[in-house]
T-cell receptor, first 116, second 112 residues
Framework: GAVVSQHPSWVICKSGTSVKIECRSLDFQATTMFWYRQFPKQSLMLMATSNEGSKATYEQGVEKDKFLINHASLTLSTLTVTSAHPEDSSFYICSARETGQGIEQYFGPGTRLTVT | DAKTTQPTSMDCAEGRAANLPCNHS???????VYWYRQIHSQGPQYIIHGLKNNETNEMASLIITEDRKSSTLILPHATLRDTAVYYCIVKWRSGTASKLTFGTGTRLQVTL
């Protein structure tokens, strides 16, 4: 149980284009999902907290207009990197917390984004 | 949330117990100790958590000192697949805006 998937697992895009990453909770409902970013040899950095049916809460220093988050259902959150640039190349990881089941988070496998 | 301090790296021979320490001297009474690990290029994996008492599950044991200022994660029989970065995180368990703050963790290398 408690499986979180991400799609795609890796993506290469050209500078200036937008990329959408999906995060799904496969066997549970998740009112809250989280998006992290991880640069090589660094730790995970929380980007934003996504709540179903409401606006995401972004961490300080994260541009909300560049990283668009949509959490339209209890099993799906999406992160769109708009006008991507090479410095946005990173490992993006989502996590989900099962509704009403404490605060343990279950992580997805991550999406590696490379912007050329 | 309380900060944690972990060694940067550790080595362990396969089959031996891996003991990963974590200091959290500023932990408050209602904060839990969580352990996650991240195998290279994968998402973090939940291992175990505890408040005061020692905890054990199929993956590991968590030993928390009586004053709760430090803890140790024990992998009883480490295998090569346990090579990963291990993160010790201290945080409140209640509340809707629960955020995990990852530090630098301990890079555990299990060797033959």
């Amino acid at each position: 149980g408690a499986v979180v998937s991400q799609h795609p697992s890796w993506v290469i895009c050209k500078s200036g284009t937008s990329v959408k990453i999906e995060c799904r909770s496969l066997d549970f409902q998740a009112t809250t999902m989280f998006w992290y970013r991880q640069f090589p040899k660094q730790s995970l950095m929380l980007m934003a907290t996504s709540n179903e049916g409401s606006k995401a809460t972004y961490e300080q220093g994260v541009e909300k207009d560049k990283f668009l988050i949509n959490h339209a259902s209890l099993t799906l959150s999406t992160l769109t990197v708009t006008s991507a640039h090479p410095e946005d190349s990173s490992f993006y990881i989502c996590s989900a917390r099962e509704t009403g089941q404490g605060i343990e988070q279950y992580f997805g496998p991550g999406t590696r984004l490379t912007v050329t | 949330d309380a900060k944690t301090t972990q060694p940067t790296s550790m080595d362990c021979a396969e089959g031996r117990a891996a003991n990963l320490p974590c200091n959290h001297s500023t932990i408050s009474g209602n904060e839990y100790v969580y352990w996650y690990r991240q195998i290279h290029s994968q998402g973090p994996q939940y291992i175990i958590h505890g408040l005061k008492n020692n905890e054990t599950n199929e993956m590991a044991s968590l030993i928390i000192t009586e004053d709760r200022k430090s803890s140790t994660l024990i992998l009883p029989h480490a295998t090569l697949r346990d090579t990963a970065v291990y993160y010790c995180i201290v945080k409140w368990r209640s509340g809707t805006a629960s955020k995990l703050t990852f530090g630098t963790g301990t890079r555990l290398q299990v060797t033959l």
